[in-house]
């Protein structure tokens, strides 16, 4: 059974830093690409960042472009997005997903569709 467990959310201020983690289980994590989503409410859910299976290539939204980095640790099956200089239209909720399919490069990986499997998401809230 694959899960994907989101943490690292919180409450903080304008221009702090936070670092959200996912940890997966059921399917061998190095195999597949790694993104990140978010959804703010009433709003769809929208693309933050992309990592390939080897980690070797990222992709990000050009609203987070220079403050958000996503990484990831195949040993430890975790994928990490960290996020500095915050705002507070970065409050929402965030989600992890896996990407559909194994050793797949960034092609369409802003597409909700390109993942198949999601985590129950962490909320991030921003002050200003």
């Known amino acids: 059974q694959v899960q994907l467990v989101e943490s690292g959310g919180g409450l903080v201020q304008a221009g702090s830093s936070l670092r959200l983690s996912c940890a997966a289980s059921?399917?061998?994590?190095?195999?597949?690409?790694m993104g990140w989503f978010r959804q703010a409410p009433g709003s769809e859910r929208e693309f933050v960042a992309v990592?390939?299976?080897?980690?070797?290539?990222?992709y990000y939204a050009d609203s987070v472009k220079g403050r958000f980095t996503i990484s990831r640790d195949n040993a430890k099956n975790t994928v990490y997005l960290q996020m500095n200089s915050l705002k507070p239209e970065d409050t929402a909720i965030y989600y992890c997903?896996?990407?559909?399919?194994?050793?797949?490069?960034?092609?369409?990986?802003?597409?909700?569709?390109?993942?198949?499997?999601w985590g129950q998401g962490t909320q991030v809230t921003v002050s200003s």
């Open positions: 990592i390939t299976w080897s980690g070797g290539d990222t």
């Open positions: 059921g399917r061998t994590f190095s195999n597949y690409a």
């Open positions: 997903a896996y990407g559909r399919d194994p050793y797949s490069t960034i092609g369409y990986s802003s597409a909700r569709s390109w993942y198949d499997y």
